[in-house]
């Protein structure tokens, strides 16, 4: 496509570029490059986008204008001291309201709350910390999702395990986790004889990382969130199969052993493959070794059909889709909605575009070949109009403003309009 229009949105600028160029410049916001994708497959005429947003933004100027929007510059000290005052009343009805009401007003609303978590008042302390962590999961979230949108299959695995922790431990120091386990490969190089066969390197790695570090599948509470954040699983050591075996897999790297995870039917185990040996290793279980006669065996019995995908690598994306996938599993059981409503958005960012974002557990087997997108699949019909499939976005634009927290709700709302229909699950 030829040369952009000049766009001023709540303050971000652009000027003569392409929409090519937005998406892939990072100070472009997340969700309004989400948003130009989602223009970009549609073949929606820019021209009409244009005055889309710039009706939006004028009637956010009127809005505002007239005292029905507020801004968190714009409240005074007595109107921060008075939703303060409010945040600590004992009924949950008001707090649930001035929360919501702090939070419309977007991330800036933490720099004035954050010195309250430090409040000799235990109610307001605690409520000031629940806020501002929402705000750090927020923009931790946004970080996620951006490193999902830049890079392709293989990117790096490690950085991508790190930003998901992130996404629910904003406060975690990456750079230490990364110390740590870079102190285990250290005492594993003077251990190990690179010399003698593959079974015996592995046995000296299965000793030190569950004998001697402790590490070990969690049976007694499987589907434990912590599970599947990488921090807690170094922490506890303890977690569910891929993290386990995502913890192996950055080991062997640093060891420079060819080592990669292997996505089974319900259950993740590592492979050594080498010119001379063939190991598969069930992580979960203290490193047990198999064969692959085990895991064609353990397809059968689950009534799955025998196909090489399945004994194929994982990709870096693939692992940390099916850990978004477990995720947002777990917090649907538990009905954490909050919670829920992130995973999705995460498996969304990871996910090709013929994923189902209500239901991503119930998306195409991702072993199946990938149809490509097509525009009748996502609008039937003979015309695309502007106004008609966004239309369910564009009022919380209005109200809430072009903050990256409206236009990523906009966003989900505008890919769900368009969804294929018949895609979606039915009220069964």
């Not at 005429?45 to 714009?74: C, D, W």
């Not at 806020?131 to 790096?156: M, P, S, T, Y």
């Not at 790190?162 to 594993?188: C, G, H, K, M």
Request: hydrophobic fraction near 40%; include cysteine.
């Amino acid at each position: 496509m030829g040369v952009l229009w000049s766009l001023d949105v709540g303050g971000w600028m652009f000027k003569q570029v392409t929409p090519t160029e937005l998406i892939n410049e990072s100070q472009t916001p997340l969700a309004f490059r989400t948003l130009l994708k989602i223009f970009l497959v549609q073949s929606v005429s820019f021209l009409k986008l244009n005055s889309f947003f710039a009706l939006m933004n004028q009637l956010h100027v009127r809005m505002k204008s007239a005292g029905l929007i507020a801004e968190p510059g714009r409240l005074s000290q007595g109107q921060k001291a008075a939703l303060l005052s409010l945040l600590t009343d004992e009924d949950p009805a008001i707090y649930r309201t001035v929360r919501d009401k702090i939070l419309s007003f977007g991330a800036g609303a933490a720099d004035w709350l954050r010195p309250h978590m430090l409040s000799r008042e235990p109610a307001l302390r605690r409520r000031a910390q629940e806020i501002v962590l929402h705000f750090e999961r927020q923009a931790a979230d946004n970080q996620f999702l951006a490193f999902c949108l830049k890079n392709g299959e293989e990117f790096d695995l490690e950085q991508g395990a790190w930003l998901l922790a992130r996404t629910q431990y904003p406060e975690i120091n990456i750079e230490a986790y990364n110390a740590l386990v870079d102190s285990f490969a250290s005492d594993l190089r003077d251990r190990l004889d690179f010399g003698a066969g593959a079974k015996q390197v592995l046995n000296a790695i299965n000793q030190y990382l569950f004998k001697e570090l402790g590490f070990t599948g969690n049976e007694e509470n499987y589907y434990d969130a912590e599970n599947s954040y990488l921090n807690r699983v170094v922490d506890r050591r303890t977690g569910n199969p891929i993290n386990l075996c995502l913890l192996y897999i950055l080991l062997a790297r640093r060891l420079q052993l060819p080592i990669a995870g292997i996505g089974l039917p319900g259950h993740f185990i590592c492979r050594y493959q080498s010119t001379a040996a063939e190991f598969y290793i069930d992580v979960f279980q203290r490193g047990a070794f198999l064969t692959k006669a085990d895991c064609v065996q353990y397809l059968l019995r689950g009534n799955h059909s025998v196909r090489e995908q399945y004994l194929a690598p994982v990709s870096p994306r693939r692992l940390l889709l099916r850990i978004c996938s477990n995720l947002h599993q777990i917090y649907e059981q538990l009905h954490r909605s909050i919670h829920c409503q992130a995973a999705v958005e995460r498996v969304a960012g990871l996910k090709p575009p013929t994923t189902n974002l209500q239901h991503p557990e119930k998306i195409q087997d991702p072993e199946k070949p990938q149809v490509p997108i097509r525009i009748s699949d996502l609008c039937p019909g003979p015309s695309l109009d502007v106004g008609s499939w966004i239309f369910s976005g564009a009022w919380m634009l209005v109200v809430g403003g072009f903050s990256p927290a409206t236009l990523s709700t906009a966003a989900w709302q505008c890919m769900d309009r368009c969804g294929p229909k018949e895609s979606r699950p039915s009220a069964a």
